[in-house]
């Protein structure tokens, strides 16, 4: 069994947090693997002039987690469906209790 891919954060803007001096994403946000240039989506980085965040996981910055969320106005429907809506530890939404043989 593979390891879950771990994705980090590109975003449209940056903004600094006073409290920790963090840069930290806003507006619209998408899923990245590093070491690739480009999104989950297939929007190329630099094109898109979208800035890397790889020290932002992908969990932090769902509204519903709070932290790095603050500013994130769009989540990319097409990154959370592959990198997933919730943490790393949530179970299937639906689950299959008397399969056909």
Same mark, same amino acid.
């Given at each position: 069994?593979?390891? #879950? ?6 975003? !449209? ?11 930290? #994403?806003?507006? =619209?946000?998408?899923?990245? =693997? ?9 929007? !190329?980085? !630099?094109? !898109?002039?979208?800035?890397?965040? #790889? ?8 509204? =519903? ?33 008397? #399969?056909?043989?």
């Amino acid at each position: 069994m593979a390891a #879950p891919k771990r994705y980090a954060v590109a975003a !449209s803007g940056t903004w600094v947090d006073d409290e920790d001096g963090r840069r930290l #994403p806003a507006g =619209e946000v998408h899923a990245w =693997e590093q070491g690739l240039n480009q999104t989950v989506c297939g929007l !190329s980085l !630099s094109r !898109s002039q979208l800035g890397r965040f #790889p020290h932002i996981g992908w969990p932090d910055i769902l509204p =519903e987690s709070g932290g790095a969320a603050d500013r994130v106005r769009r989540v990319c429907p097409r990154c959370a469906s592959v990198a997933g809506r919730r943490g790393t530890d949530a179970r299937p939404r639906w689950h299959r209790t008397n #399969p056909r043989p």
